[in-house]
């Protein structure tokens, strides 16, 4: 978890350093793993329900 951290701060600082833009959130994600339209675009709004369901699941473990 330490390792994640640190990489998400790199990329963070990365991100501002080099392209003057604040990220509001990284995640890492395993290869391949990103879901695209068959023209090989992000389908942005399939990313967004990943992440929200996987909120819901840390969400809920941590209730228990």
């Given amino acids: 978890d330490a ?3 640190e990489i998400t701060r790199h990329l963070v600082r990365l991100a501002s350093e080099h392209f003057g833009i604040s990220a509001g959130r990284v995640e890492l994600v395993p290869a391949f ?3 695209l339209t068959t023209s090989g675009k ?3 709004e399939a990313c967004l329900a990943l992440v929200v369901a996987e909120a ?3 969400t809920a473990s941590k209730r228990n």
Avoid: K, M, Y
């Fill in 33 to 35: 793993t990103i879901p």
């Fill in 3 to 5: 390792v994640r951290r």
């Fill in 56 to 58: 819901e699941l840390t």
């Fill in 42 to 44: 992000v389908r942005r």
